[in-house]
């Protein structure tokens, strides 16, 4: 597992049974980052890319919700 990798949990949303959700916590934005740019999170968006309706994807933080801009941001960065 991912250094910095806290919990995760797979789960359907009550009232649409269609929708399959997919969460983890992480114990800093760095490590989440690292995570971000790892082959794991690679074949995560590849399996996203299957799914026959528009995947959300979405990264809560304390203060902000955050995109897909956010992790071509971070997979495409020099830091």
Known sequence: ????FLEGRIYQEAGNPEALCFEQDWSSELELKSHIRSSCF????RLMETSPAA???????????FDMRYVEGVRFSDD
């Open 42 to 45: 690679t074949d995560l968006l």
């Open 55 to 65: 995947p959300i994807l979405e990264i809560h933080s304390v203060n902000n919700v």
């Open 1 to 4: 597992m991912d250094r910095g």
